[in-house]
C-alpha cells in the first residue's frame, strides 16, 4: 500500500517529557532519540504492549554514521548515515535530518533485537524501491514496494515522501533497498 504524507515539522516531541502520551485509543508513541538512555527492562515493557515508536534523527550530526546509536532501543543500523539533504529533488525541508543510504548507495539495513510487528518510513528515491522484512531465520515475512522515482519534479506519479509499510508477526530485520539508486527515509517508525 503506498502512500504520500507530508513531513510534520511543527511539532517538537521531547522523548523525555512525551514518551508516554496515548496515541489512537490503545496505542503508545515514543520517540527514540540516540541520547536516550533505555534499560532492557523499559524497552522489554514496549514490547509487550501496544505501541509506536519512532526514531528522532534531530540530535545526530550530518554525515554522522548511524550504526548503534539506537540500541538502547533495541535496533541498529548497516549501510545508513544522517543528513540534512541539499538537492531540492528529495523534497525534504531545510533543517530536516533524514536518513541515507551509504556508503553504498540506495540500502539500508536495520536489524531489531526484539521482534516487531511493523516498520514504516517515508521514502523519496531516485529508482524503485522495495521494502523488505525477514523473521530471525532470513526468511521473507513481507514486502512493500514503491514502482518507480519519487524525486520532486521528476515527472512522476508518485510525489516525495512515499509511506512504505511492512507488518508481520516477529521481524527481527527489514532492508530499503532502491536499486543502486539514491535512498533517503524522512521519518521511520515501528512497532510492538
Not at 520517540?31 to 534499560?39: G, H, L, W
Not at 523488505?132 to 521528476?154: C, H, K
Request: proline share 5%.
Amino acid at each position: 500500500m503506498l502512500q504520500t504524507l507530508k513531513i510534520d515539522t511543527t511539532h517538537n516531541i521531547n522523548p523525555l517529557t512525551d514518551n508516554f502520551r496515548v496515541h489512537n485509543s490503545n496505542r503508545y508513541k515514543f520517540v527514540a532519540t540516540p541520547e536516550r538512555n533505555q534499560i532492557e527492562s523499559e524497552l522489554l515493557r514496549f514490547a509487550s504492549m501496544p505501541s509506536c515508536i519512532h526514531l528522532g534523527l534531530q540530535n545526530l550530526k550530518s554525515f554522522e554514521v548511524i550504526n548503534h546509536q539506537f540500541q538502547n532501543w533495541g535496533l541498529s543500523f548497516s549501510n545508513a548515515i544522517a543528513i540534512e539533504p541539499s538537492n531540492p529533488a528529495f523534497g525534504v525541508p531545510l533543517g530536516v535530518r533524514v536518513i541515507m543510504g551509504a556508503p553504498k548507495s540506495g540500502l539500508i539495513e536495520i536489524t531489531f533485537k526484539y521482534p516487531v510487528k511493523f516498520v514504516s518510513g517515508l521514502i523519496t528515491s531516485s529508482r524503485r524501491t522495495v521494502l523488505s522484512a525477514y523473521d530471525q531465520n532470513e526468511e521473507l515475512l513481507a514486502e512493500d514496494e514503491m514502482p518507480t522515482s519519487n524525486l520532486l519534479n521528476s515527472n512522476s506519479i508518485i510525489t516525495p515522501n512515499a509511506k512504505l509499510k511492512v507488518t508481520g508477526k516477529d521481524i527481527y530485520k527489514v532492508i530499503f533497498y532502491s536499486f543502486d539508486g539514491q535512498l533517503i527515509i524522512t521519518d521511520l517508525s515501528f512497532g510492538f
